[in-house]
Nanobody
Framework: VYLVESGGTGVRAGGSLTLSCTVS????????MAWFRQTPGQPRQFVAA????????YYADTWKDRFTISRDNAKRTVVLQMNTLKPEDTGGYIC??????????????????WGQGTQVTVDS
């Protein structure tokens, strides 16, 4: 499974961004896809996840009211819609995937595949 993110850039506080993660390689129907945020010196922080087949979604409390995760089967893409961005949302956003063998969706160490990340910078 190969994951390639796009869409990160600089934006003013209050603005919106759409991040995309394109998936290639293995069949993805048995996977859960997720977004994590990485900031310097900090562990990867869970943002949101989606089960590919069912579409069930999961969110960290920090972002559940402003971010939306979705997937496009035809494009094999997972999208993170980020609204009402704040400076504290700044960081590298990384796409991840694991097989649906785990109930825990928020632990970074349970994800097997990672993209390179895309940087989001929110200015006040």
């Amino acid at each position: 499974v190969y994951l390639v993110e796009s869409g990160g850039t600089g934006v003013r506080a209050g603005g919106s961004l759409t991040l995309s993660c394109t998936v290639s390689g293995d069949a993805i129907s048995s996977y859960r896809m997720a977004w994590f945020r990485q900031t310097p010196g900090q562990p990867r922080q869970f943002v949101a996840a989606i089960n590919w087949v069912s579409g069930r979604t999961y969110y960290a409390d920090t972002w559940k009211d402003r971010f939306t995760i979705s997937r496009d089967n035809a494009k094999r893409t997972v999208v993170l819609q980020m609204n009402t961005l704040k400076p504290e949302d700044t960081g590298g956003y990384i796409c991840a995937a694991h097989l649906l063998t785990y109930d825990d969706y928020s632990r970074a160490d349970l994800y097997d595949y990672w993209g390179q990340g895309t940087q989001v910078t929110v200015d006040s």
